[in-house]
């Protein structure tokens, strides 16, 4: 087997299915994100800058 043959085999494969685990990953992270259960926990972390709570180190 030539080994332009195989390399190029592995570009063709990493791309194709690299590309749809990229896409999979994105998609459950969005799907995580904005998930309507999630939406007080987001809501509380926007807020949080805004708070009189005083920040002890």
Do not use: C
């Not at 799907?31 to 180190?57: F, N, Q, V």
């Amino acid at each position: 087997m030539n080994p332009d043959t195989v390399h190029d085999s592995v570009l063709v494969f990493s791309k194709t299915w690299g590309a749809a685990y990229l896409l999979a990953v994105f998609l459950l992270a969005a799907l995580w994100i904005y998930w309507p259960s999630r939406k007080a926990t987001y809501d509380e972390a926007a807020l949080s800058p805004l708070g009189d709570e005083e920040i002890i180190r």
